[in-house]
């Protein structure tokens, strides 16, 4: 399988790093000139927690591939989830007859990226593992080698050859395995990444540190729970949310002893995050552009379309936009402006 990785920031370089270390025909693609130049020169170098290696693989600018001219039989899709459709565009003529392309991306963007490509050309990866990037070259897988990596699945809902394949190819980075609900699986990761990335670009806060504020763990109930409310009405059948049943966030909503139990699994599921910060809080440190707009303005723009209220996620966005413009500083004041 010929594989390029398009997007070579935290979790594209994690995925590359660790495809060039195995022997995998891959080729990383990125818009940043000076991670492309570290590669070539030395590698990349991939830390996680339990080891530190360094892969030769090959590395282009975006303005060589088109002297190059590659045929991927796959292409993983990592770039900033506002960046999608431009990106699709741009790697579609190098798709091989029977390519495709794997959204291993945060938000739900297995739409746009049929716009350009065709829902035949669209494959879901649904990531798990958490990574970072700071410096040219060195990724940092933030999680444990042995949590679950990648959830892999089709849009038809149907088991596949090539999405067996895929899922045989990506287990070169961690656990891996297939879905016949991609739609679910992708609602599950949305609300995680609603729960945690603006809320932790707005304080400060670390992933495994979100988890064990009690304000923050009602907060992330009160935003779950407008996203399952969208959901349903879309008739989306959402897979549990950190190892926790969806349907325990909405009864959280009402009943005290269910709140409990849910925010003891939030507790407990912070355990094995490990170390990193939310891809959107890395973002804030580095002053660049968020993704709120993707994340909880999806849930937002959905809920607006099938007539759900989302005031939640609705303040989340405001609120980050003005930290992400540098009107707020990070801090856990901040959550006094939203009500729940």
């Known amino acids: 399988m010929r594989i390029g990785v398009l997007g070579v920031g935290g979790i594209g370089g994690v995925i590359g790093g660790y495809f060039a270390r195995a022997g995998r025909d891959v080729t990383l693609i990125d818009l940043w000139p000076e991670n492309i130049e570290h590669i070539k020169a030395n590698g990349i170098t991939v830390t996680a927690p339990d080891e530190e290696f360094t892969a030769r693989a090959k590395a282009l600018h975006l303005g060589e591939v088109a002297a190059v001219r590659p045929a991927f039989d796959a292409v993983v899709l990592s770039v900033k989830s506002y960046d999608t459709s431009w990106s699709s565009r741009f790697i579609q003529p190098y798709l091989a007859p029977g390519g495709f392309i794997a959204s291993a991306q945060n938000s739900i963007n297995e739409d746009a990226i049929a716009e350009v490509v065709g829902w035949p050309r669209v494959v879901g990866c649904v990531v798990t593992l958490g990574a970072a990037m700071y410096e040219p070259g060195r990724p940092q897988r933030t999680s444990p080698s042995d949590r679950p990596a990648f959830t892999l699945g089709e849009p038809s809902g149907m088991i596949t050859p090539r999405i067996e394949r895929l899922a045989e190819t990506m287990s070169d980075i961690g656990p891996t ?33 979100l988890r064990e504020d009690p304000a923050i763990r009602r907060l992330s109930i009160a935003i779950a729970g407008e996203l399952l409310e969208v959901a349903s009405v879309l008739g989306v059948s959402v897979e549990p949310i950190s190892g926790i049943p969806a349907a325990m966030f909405l009864d959280a909503l009402t009943d005290g002893s269910v709140q409990e139990e849910v925010e003891q699994g939030i507790v407990e599921a912070g355990r094995n995050i490990g170390t990193g910060r939310p891809s ?51 801090s856990l004041s901040n959550l006094e402006h939203i009500e729940y």
């Open 280 to 330: 959107l809080a890395q973002d804030v440190m580095k002053g660049r552009k968020t993704e709120v707009e993707e994340l909880n303005g999806y849930v937002v723009r959905k809920g607006r379309q099938v007539g759900v209220p989302t005031p939640v996620n609705r303040a989340i966005v405001a609120l980050t936009k003005r930290v992400e413009a540098g009107d707020l500083e990070p």
């Open 177 to 209: 395995k297939t879905t016949g609900n991609l739609w679910g699986e992708r609602w599950a990761k949305l609300a995680t990444n609603c729960m945690s990335n603006a809320v932790a670009g707005m304080t400060g806060l670390k992933s495994a540190e």
